[in-house]
C-alpha cells in the first residue's frame, strides 16, 4: 500500500538502498509463520490498544544487530532515518517504538526461543541469494553532547577594590561558563 509518506520518500531514496533491496527481497512470510500468537491480543482480543506489528518489531530488532544499535539509538534511527522507517514500515515517528518497548519485544523473542529461528530464517534467505549480512564494524557514531563533569559550570566571585568593598559591603558575583 502506497501511502503518502512512501510516496515522497521513494523518491528521496535511491533505488540501491540496501534496505529496501532486502525489505523485497525477504520473504517475510515465512517469519510471520513464526509470529503467528507472538501477542496475546492476537488469541483473544478484549479491547486495549493494538500492539507493533510483530514484523515490523522484527525488521527494528535487525537493524539494531546490523547496525550495531542500542535501543535508544535504535529508537531515534526509526524515528528519523528514512530508509530505516521504509524498511520497518513505521513510517511516522509517532507510529514507533520507544526503546522499553524495543527491548521487551527483544526479551520475549529470546524467552521463546525464536531468536535464533528467525535470525536462522533470515541468514538462510540471505545465503540462497548469495548474499551475507555483515554487522557494521565501523558504522557512523552519533555525536552525543553532554555535560562534562572535568569542567562544570562554575561560579567565580569578583571582589571590587576593597575600600568599595568596606563600604558597600557586598560583591558582585559573575557566572562564566567554561569550555
Known amino acids: 500500500m502506497t501511502t503518502f509518506f512512501s510516496f515522497g520518500a521513494e523518491k528521496r531514496i535511491k533505488k540501491e538502498n540496501v534496505l529496501l533491496k532486502l525489505k523485497y527481497l525477504i520473504n517475510w512470510d515465512n517469519i510471520a509463520i513464526h509470529l503467528k500468537g507472538f501477542y496475546k491480543k492476537d488469541i483473544e482480543d478484549k479491547g486495549g490498544t493494538r500492539p507493533y506489528d510483530p514484523i515490523s518489531m522484527f525488521k527494528a530488532i535487525l537493524l539494531g ?4 544499535l542500542s535501543d535508544p539509538a535504535l529508537e531515534e534511527a ?15 515517528s509517532e507510529d514507533c517504538p520507544d526503546e522499553t518497548t524495543i527491548c521487551r519485544f527483544r526479551n520475549k ?30 558504522a ?30 557586598h560583591s558582585k558575583i559573575f557566572e562564566v561558563d567554561q569550555i
Request: hydrophobic residues 40%.
Open 65 to 68: 544487530q546490523w547496525y550495531d
Open 109 to 138: 523473542l529470546i524467552s521463546l526461543g525464536l531468536d535464533k529461528k528467525l535470525f536462522n530464517e533470515i541468514n538462510n534467505q540471505l545465503e540462497n541469494f548469495g548474499l551475507k549480512v555483515k554487522k557494521s564494524k565501523g
Open 78 to 92: 526509526l524515528s528519523l532515518r528514512i530508509d530505516f522507517m521504509m524498511f520497518t514500515d513505521f513510517e511516522l
Open 140 to 169: 557512523i557514531l552519533d555525536a552525543t553532547i553532554i555535560e562534562s563533569a572535568a569542567k562544570p559550570r562554575r561560579h567565580i566571585e569578583i571582589q571590587e577594590d576593597r575600600k568599595e568593598k568596606d563600604e558597600k559591603s
